[in-house]
């Protein structure tokens, strides 16, 4: 919403001064209540201005930032989410640098017999491990993975922006979605979210193209 | 700015009649005229419509999404740049590897003797390489390096969002971010974008905290 300088105005005075009655603001615009009238309803329909009898006008702190960040907390992981690429435990570290290669993934996830999420294998584990002196045939992921309960993990209905906070913090390029398996006890990976999605995300919202 | 649903209606009634009258709105809600002038002054000055003498109320298209993708359409590159991690073309895989952890960064920008860009180097090319028979002693980065002039690049100034979109189609984690070389030809590499500063910028916009 594009406000008028005079509505500028009259949020400058209200921020400054606020709780402030209708009468002062227009002394200190040297205009009319009766004049203000319409752009004093004007900004507290859109929210810039809250108003309390007895009290006055006073600035709510809402702006179009706000209305941004509404839209884009609103947004789940599960809206942005990849298919997960999954090796088994036993699987070795060369099976996995190929696999990686082949499905252009970041992030393995590693599960057990039972198909449950037993950990995460990233490029620079990969990387790490190949510098290593052993054969990476003789090496199973299992030994390099980063290992549950270590592994941040998110679910669908998550909100995107704080999974983006948590690669951001871990300084990891993605997370498994997972779910509670039913019976018995651990997780069973059903997506992947990463910084390529969240890249999208951001594209999409520039482009009006969000889910 | 939240509408009510009064105004949701007055919306909904001029995209599907529009252009209309103030009257035949008021008509069609069963109110008068004066009843609706207050909303229909929101909905013109907060610019979701527009209105002409003697034509009456149109659509105007713009919406909460708008203001959104405007916003983030005017940040550019440098407000959100790391700092560039070099190599020099002649150093081995191994020390670039080296480099890499040490710096804990994805990707490794590679210059020559002028310290002008010759190349780009990821975590993928150097995991590539180290399954290679060779000791990655012996490899210089420039050997597996990608090329100028295949590298893309960006400047301070370009769109952060057309970057996003280039990271996405080229399926790259960075970029370099350059300024050509005041005398002679070439680039200076003056910073850094990724991913994850694609996702920090989301984070910030959920937060209302961008630059």
Do not use: W
Not at 36 to 54: E, W
Not at 60 to 79: A, E, Q, R, W
Not at 196 to 211: G, P, R
């Amino acid at each position: 919403m594009e406000l008028s300088s005079r509505q500028e105005q009259i949020l400058t005075i209200v921020k400054e001064n606020g709780p402030i009655t209708g009468e002062s603001i227009a002394e200190r615009l040297s205009l009319t209540r009766a004049t203000l009238r319409p752009d004093l309803a004007i900004l507290t329909m859109s929210g810039y201005l809250d108003a309390r009898p007895r009290v006055g006008y006073f600035y709510t702190g809402k702006s179009n930032d706000h209305i941004l960040s509404d839209k884009v907390k609103t947004i789940t992981v599960g809206h942005y989410k990849s298919r997960p690429v999954v090796v088994t435990e036993s699987s070795s570290v060369y099976e996995a640098v190929t696999t990686m290669f082949l499905e252009d993934v970041g992030t393995l996830f590693v599960v057990d017999k039972l198909s449950t999420l037993s950990g995460v294998v990233s490029r620079k584990d990969l990387l790490r491990a190949s510098l290593g002196q052993q054969s990476l045939e003789s090496i199973p992921v299992g030994v390099i993975m980063t290992r549950m309960p270590n592994v941040t993990v998110c679910e669908d209905q998550d909100s995107i922006i704080e999974v983006a906070k948590k690669l951001i913090n871990k300084q990891i390029d993605g997370l498994p979605i997972v779910k509670k398996v039913s019976h018995g006890s651990g997780y069973e990976v059903t997506g992947r979210i990463t910084k390529t999605n969240m890249t999208s995300l951001l594209v999409d919202l520039a482009n009006n193209e969000t889910i």
